[in-house]
């Protein structure tokens, strides 16, 4: 079993719309999580970070955070082509200094 | 400068040469890493350093030796490559702690060809 799991994609959705990526984790100790986007042939740049149950909003985005369901989930409101990227998944287990990233969804907003 | 930056952005090399890569941060923070990204790959952590120690090595071939002389500052030091190393080489750094959420920033990274 992947540690980190995200549906590579893509995920098509219109100008305007609500994206909803996702992700699940298999380590019930996990701490931290986090949501960074990565254009092509960019480097990964950290978006959102959340670290208890609950709904966290910036701007746009809302992480979502469920840890009985070991579930974490990024929103995208109001989505502009400019959105569209590939969304890395990463979680903070164990090791103190370690991240384990899943593989990506790629997003692709539509006009 | 701020934030990670990297150098060179763009490197090719034959399987025979000897060549480094540089990171430096301009964050404050105490801890260091060099990941790997591969076409259809999740990232591939590579070597953390905390404090300057190196705190983990993720089997990584000897063809690759880490160096981090300070907290800011970090090298990768490359010699008889393989063509499957080309990637894209990427360099973050983090305030690692018992009290720190370990938020990683990353650097531009390099994109590596290995003929």
């Known amino acids: 079993q992947k540690e980190v799991e995200q549906n590579s994609g893509p995920l098509s959705v219109p100008e305007g719309a609500i994206a909803s990526l996702n992700c699940t984790y298999s380590?019930?100790?996990?701490?931290?999580f986090f949501w960074y986007r990565q254009y092509s042939g960019k480097s990964p740049e950290l978006i959102m970070s959340i670290y208890s149950n609950g709904d966290k909003e910036d701007g746009r985005f809302t992480a979502q955070l469920n840890k009985a369901s070991q579930y974490v989930s990024l929103l995208i409101r109001d989505s502009q082509p400019s959105d569209s990227a590939t969304y890395l998944c990463?979680?903070?287990?164990?090791?103190?200094?370690?991240?384990?990233f899943g593989t990506g969804t790629r997003l692709q907003v539509t006009l | 400068e701020t934030g990670v930056t990297q150098t060179p952005r763009h490197l090719v090399m034959g399987m025979t040469n000897k060549k480094s890569l540089k990171c430096e941060q301009h964050?404050?923070?105490?801890?260091m890493y060099w990941y790997k990204q591969s076409a259809k790959k999740p990232l591939e952590l590579m070597f953390v350093?905390?404090?300057?120690?190196?705190?983990e090595n993720n089997s990584v071939p000897s063809r690759f030796s880490p160096e981090c002389p300070n907290s800011s500052h970090l090298f990768l030091h490359l010699h008889t490559l393989q063509p499957e190393d080309s990637a894209l080489y990427l360099c973050?750094?983090?305030?690692?702690?018992?009290?720190?959420?370990?938020?990683?920033?990353f650097g531009p990274g390099t994109r590596l060809t290995v003929l």
């Open positions: 973050a750094s983090s305030q690692s702690g018992v009290s720190s959420y370990n938020e990683q920033f």
């Open positions: 350093y905390s404090l300057e120690e190196r705190v």
């Open positions: 380590d019930r100790g996990s701490q931290s």
């Open positions: 990463a979680v903070h287990t164990g090791t103190a200094s370690k991240l384990t």
């Open positions: 964050l404050g923070h105490n801890a």
